[in-house]
């Protein structure tokens, strides 16, 4: 098993531009979630899904959006991206209420 | 709204010591409590994961214990190493209404000194 993979791991964007940052995990597993980590912080949720077609937000989802189209897929959009979107973006699955996996990361920088 | 905490924020000890990473949570209302491990510039590694019922897991030189009613985890090295160094994050997943995710800590940055 691959586990959770994350693609790209790093990217660099303009203000203003777009992306979707990938997420996939072949574990089966029913929730997935993206959190993002600021320098010095902890990890903080944007939005998780508990099945394929629901979506919920997170903390802090402003400037984001998501789709659940299948079980092993959670892309992670960024609408007119702006610097308060630089950040390490990780996405995790985990087979409810258990543990949570975590991916590699991506390190997007917007300037 | 649940906050986590984690103290200390720093810690260098020498090698082959035994040392204890300390977490707290404001609600005690939660389903379970993950502890992981982040090296530079990667992913989070779980390391231990202690249900709500449970009062402690372990795992090799790692033990975690949970008291929910005081809102306190512990996370016990025993036998430092040098590649024991890292920052261990603790995070609890609540319990009820809200978002379901987890709420971390920002983290204790360990050093083992050679």
């Known amino acids: 098993n691959a586990g959770v993979t994350q693609t790209p791991k790093f990217r660099i964007l303009k203000i203003g531009q777009s992306m979707t940052l990938q997420c996939t995990q072949d574990m089966n597993h029913n929730y997935m979630y993206w959190y993002r980590q600021d320098p010095g912080m902890g990890l903080k949720l944007i939005y998780y899904s508990v099945g394929a077609g629901i979506t919920d937000k997170g903390e802090v989802p402003n400037g984001y959006n998501v789709s659940r189209s299948t079980t092993e897929d959670f892309p992670l959009r960024l609408e007119l991206a702006a610097p308060s979107q630089t950040s390490v973006y990780f996405c995790?699955?985990?087979?409810?209420?258990?543990?949570?996996?975590f991916g590699p990361g991506t390190r997007l920088t917007v300037t | 709204k649940q906050e986590v905490t984690q103290i200390p924020a720093a810690l260098s000890v020498p090698e082959g010591e035994n040392l204890v990473l300390n977490c707290s949570f404001t609600?005690?209302?939660?389903?379970?409590l993950q502890w992981f491990r982040q090296d530079p510039g990667k992913g989070l590694t779980s390391l231990l994961l202690?249900?709500?019922?449970?009062r402690e897991q372990t795992s090799g030189r790692l033990n975690a214990s949970l008291d929910k009613s005081s809102g306190r985890s512990t996370l016990y090295i025993a036998a430092s190493q040098p590649g024991d160094s890292a920052t261990y994050l603790c995070a609890v997943r609540v319990a009820g209404g809200g978002a379901d995710g987890l709420t971390f800590g920002k983290g204790t940055h360990l050093i083992i000194q050679p």
């Open positions: 995790a699955s985990s087979y409810h209420p258990y543990e949570q996996y």
């Open positions: 202690i249900q709500s019922s449970q």
């Open positions: 609600d005690s209302a939660i389903y379970n």
